[in-house]
């Protein structure tokens, strides 16, 4: 049989396989989880240069406060995508958990976190309900306030969301009026996101974790295969070597599609031949295939 398909056995084997179906489902719902991070991260910067003195200082100038609406209309943007890719979040968890444990004991400890985490958590209550407010019922008025307090080496600004204008909506359920009412007359958007967000993270550390666990032989089976794969073409790679040397410049080219990033960095920077050689001798000794001539045949390419 050739090598060629021997390969495309394996990789049929792998796309057929139940293993790779189910770490595909779980690499899949990871990007709802990536999407919810980088909108906290690019909503926590935006508020974060708002917040800076120096920065504030110039916005709040009297010809720049079409500056500072316009930053505010930026910040209430990202503040939307943030609330609304948090709901996805916690959507698409219920569906992906729904999938692959619904008719099955592999997740028993699922629901209880749910209901500790979220169904009875006030601040996890009110950002649900804030979604509704702003997609359903109006976009929330952000104002920037000064505060100076006295013996602190420089003033404090923060970006702030009115209690008043909040109540008007009437579908808060009973743990987010819970939450409102701890806020006082109004709250600083910047801590009650970073606040969210750890809640959040707290909860997705474990899930993740959990499936990892729970899926450890899928994760064995799926690299099994995958290193069948690959040990199969770098078998081919020594083979085609050994039978027709190549230039160094077209041998790394070549081998560099069987190593990580980190490790061909490593190798990029030394300039010198016999430093090269010895960093590529040294990833062969940690593979599966051993072949004394090829590595004698890579050794003489670089004298």
Do not use: C
Request: net charge negative.
């Amino acid at each position: 049989m050739s090598i060629g398909k021997i390969i495309v056995d394996l990789m049929d084997e792998l796309r057929d396989s139940n293993e790779q179906k189910t770490v595909q489902k779980i690499r899949h719902f990871s990007i709802s989880l990536e999407i919810f991070v980088s909108n906290f991260s690019e909503l926590k910067h935006h508020l974060e240069i708002h917040n800076n003195p120096q920065v504030s200082l110039n916005l709040m100038s009297q010809k720049n406060r079409e500056l500072l609406h316009q930053y505010q209309k930026e910040i209430t943007r990202l503040l939307h995508n943030y609330i609304a890719s948090t709901l996805s979040l916690i959507d698409h968890t219920r569906i992906h958990y729904r999938e692959l444990y619904g008719q099955n004991d592999l997740f028993p400890d699922y629901q209880e976190k749910i209901d500790t985490h979220f169904k009875v958590h006030p601040l996890s209550n009110f950002i649900k309900d804030f979604r509704q407010y702003i997609q359903h019922f109006s976009m929330p008025s952000l104002s920037s306030r000064l505060h100076f307090q006295q013996g602190a080496p420089d003033f404090e600004i923060s970006v702030r969301i009115s209690v008043e204008s909040l109540n008007k909506f009437s579908g808060w359920n009973s743990k987010s009026k819970e939450f409102i009412k701890s806020l006082g007359e109004d709250f600083d958007l910047l801590e009650v996101i970073i606040a969210h967000e750890s809640h959040i993270k707290e909860f997705y550390e474990w899930f993740m974790s959990r499936q990892h666990i729970i899926h450890k032989s899928d994760y064995e089976k799926v690299n099994e295969i995958r290193n069948k794969i690959r040990n199969t073409e770098f078998g081919e790679f020594i083979s085609q070597f050994i039978r027709k040397p190549k230039n160094i410049e077209e041998f790394e080219s070549d081998l560099s599609k069987f190593y990580r990033k980190d490790e061909l960095e490593l190798l990029m920077s030394y300039k010198n031949k016999a430093e090269r050689v010895q960093h590529i001798l040294r990833l062969l000794k940690n593979e599966e295939i051993k072949n004394t001539e090829f590595e004698n045949k890579v050794e003489e390419l670089y004298k």
